[in-house]
């Protein structure tokens, strides 16, 4: 048996329109009985409450969520802010943005857990990787590090890294 993730990346912010896409794919597979994953970002999260989408927020909440980090590709990006000589000091920036975007989430969305996250724009640092792990989120789902001879994940800096852009006839 094949296992199907359908996932989709949500982080327009700037674009109250963009919302309808959201809302149409949550429902089309709500409708066939699937539960989709849908990488959020915290500004979005607040910009659909600020829009008064409740529709979109409703729908969410049937589907997985994944961080899609606090502003996606807003400079600076994850990979430029923790570009510093002193790894402490990154791990702390970093984890002060994405735990105020994990807030925003499950303040706006209601999500309880995070089990994956999702790098925006391949903007991803081993600064991140240590810091979702410490926050307890165990998979990066959208990552470089991956063995494609394998066809398996790998684990480094204490999360499971899995690549996020195979597509079907890759298997075949």
């Known amino acids: 048996m094949t296992d199907v993730i359908f996932s989709f990346d ?54 997985e969520i994944e961080s899609h980090s606090l502003r996606h590709s807003y400079h600076p990006t994850i990979c430029e802010y923790t570009d510093i000589e002193d790894y402490d000091e ?15 989430v499950r303040r706006v969305l209601g999500n309880e857990n995070f089990y994956a996250f999702c790098p925006p724009g391949s903007s991803i640092s081993y600064v991140a990787h240590y810091g979702y792990a410490e926050m307890g989120v165990p998979v990066c789902d959208g990552d470089y590090v991956f063995d494609p001879v394998r066809g398996r994940s790998v ?7 899995l690549l996020y852009k195979y597509s079907c006839d890759l298997f075949i």
């Open 10 to 63: 949500t982080e327009d912010y700037v674009n109250p329109k963009g919302a309808d896409g959201i809302l149409r794919t949550g429902r089309i597979l709500r409708e066939h009985g699937v539960k989709g994953c849908y990488n959020v970002v915290g500004w979005l999260a607040e910009a659909l409450e600020k829009w008064g989408r409740t529709d979109v927020i409703e729908e969410l909440r049937h589907h």
């Open 90 to 104: 990154a791990l702390a920036l970093f984890k002060k943005n994405e735990q105020e975007s994990m807030a925003m």
């Open 155 to 161: 684990n480094c800096c204490n999360v499971e890294c």
